[in-house]
């Protein structure tokens, strides 16, 4: 069975085919999916599916280039919606310089004020960081927990994973992987121990070879997995097996 770390089902990409494709999961090999939130507008959303399918959970939080829609009244309400019951993390969160949609302080302060908030309630965090390689190392030394935090969709330098494993933190691998282009995140996978990985989709982004550009959903991590195994010298089975582990135990499923 494979464990999506990271998804958006809530995305209007899903509208037309939501349900079924959802309902139809379990049956094709998917054990667990974590639909993240980027904004405030989608906390409502993500509840609402956790709530329908069993095997489907969420985190709360607002992506850093929507952190101009959070105020006061919000925190306060992300800190309740945090306390239920198959909400399972915060996220996603962090810093992206890539877009610079607002601005870097605001993005830094309320990556720490949702750290904060993680470390109080106890959970783990799923971390965004585009182009923000050395603030977010920076914030994650002062704020980070060993074994509470998932760079989702690691984009950076393998020395750097290195870094993160030596912190105690996961690291999300998606269909970037697969792609030609890829090498870097390749390179990292190979030397990176399997216990600090993860498996993730992005959907409806980030779709793998060979279906690179089309909506992704998480019965395409299949491709991630044939991937890793080859990668690391070791079977597809033991790939989803120890994934999934680490999964279940980041997120206390």
């Known amino acids: 069975m494979i464990f999506d770390t990271h998804a958006h089902y809530d995305d209007e990409q899903f509208d037309p085919d939501r349900e079924e494709l959802l309902a139809g999961m379990p049956a094709q090999g998917i054990g667990g999916v974590v639909n993240a939130s980027a904004t405030v507008a989608s906390w409502d959303s993500v509840v609402a599916l956790t709530e329908k399918y069993p095997f489907l959970y969420g985190m709360i939080g607002v992506h850093p280039d929507e952190v101009g ?11 309740e919606l945090l306390q239920k019951p198959k909400i399972v993390a915060v996220g996603e969160i962090g810093l992206d310089y890539y877009w610079d949609k607002e601005a870097r302080e605001l993005q830094k302060d309320w990556f720490v004020r949702q750290l904060e908030l993680a470390r109080e309630l106890d959970l783990p965090v799923n971390v965004h960081s585009r182009e923000a390689a050395a603030d977010t190392m920076e914030i994650l030394k002062d704020y980070g927990r060993p074994g509470k935090l998932l760079l989702h969709c690691y984009s950076y330098s393998p020395e750097m994973a290195l870094e993160y494993v030596k912190m105690g933190y996961l690291l999300g691998i998606g269909g970037v992987v697969t ?13 990176v121990p399997i216990e600090h990985l993860v498996l993730e989709t992005d959907s409806p982004y980030l779709s793998p070879e060979p279906f690179r550009g089309k909506r992704n959903s998480s019965l395409w991590l299949k491709y991630v997995v ?28």
Request: aromatic share 8%; no cysteine.
């Open 226 to 253: 044939q991937e890793i195994a080859q990668l690391k010298g070791i079977s597809e089975e033991e790939v989803e097996r120890i994934t999934m582990e680490n999964a279940k135990r980041f997120y206390g499923i």
């Open 179 to 191: 792609f030609k282009n890829g090498k870097k995140l390749k390179e990292t996978v190979a030397k």
């Open 69 to 79: 829609d959070l105020n006061e009244e919000k925190f306060a309400r992300m800190k």
